[in-house]
């Protein structure tokens, strides 16, 4: 019995809160608050499903060549390469031959010993082709 009061003076009586409950979850708010605005600032800036565009170029030029030629070459056994890259969008979910920057993707068709080769290429972030940033994928 002898525990009640000195909890009572304490500010912790049950069903009333003092002035310790009430300091304790302002502060217990805030400083929550404040580790989420943190954590929020500190994550690298990202755009749709959480990809940044250097991942949806890198795989956008892996699709055309590793899924959309090949199903095109299966439709055209004739051909060993299409006209231009548009006649790949067919088997891509995609409608434009632009880059996540707006330039256009650029590719290359070849035949080597009678099996053809396509090289697709992004400008990458600087928009200028044949630089270090460029983002490519070969079949």
């Known amino acids: 019995m002898t525990l009640a ?6 500010g912790y009586e049950l069903g009333k809160s003092g002035p ?8 217990s708010t805030l400083s929550i608050a404040f ?9 690298p800036r990202m755009s749709a499903c959480g990809e940044t565009k250097v991942d949806i170029a890198r795989s956008t030029v892996t699709k ?3 899924e959309a030629f090949p199903s095109w070459q299966a439709a055209h056994p ?7 890259l548009g006649v790949l969008n ?3 979910n995609n409608k434009d031959i632009r880059d996540p920057w707006g330039t256009d ?6 035949s080597i010993r009678g099996v053809a080769r396509l ?14 940033d460029d983002i490519a994928s070969d079949r």
């Not at 009061?5 to 304490?10: E, G, I, N």
């Not at 310790?20 to 502060?27: E, L, S, V, Y």
């Not at 993707?105 to 070849?110: G, S, V």
């Open 90 to 92: 067919e088997w891509m």
């Open 35 to 43: 580790v989420v605005v943190i954590s929020a600032a500190e994550q």
């Open 119 to 132: 090289t697709v290429r992004s400008a990458g972030p600087d928009q200028e082709h044949g630089t270090s």
């Open 64 to 66: 055309y060549t590793w």
């Open 78 to 84: 004739a051909m060993a390469c299409p006209s231009d």
């Open 5 to 10: 009061p000195a909890l009572v003076r304490r």
């Open 105 to 110: 993707y650029r590719f290359r068709c070849r």
């Open 20 to 27: 310790r409950a009430h300091a304790f979850g302002i502060g």
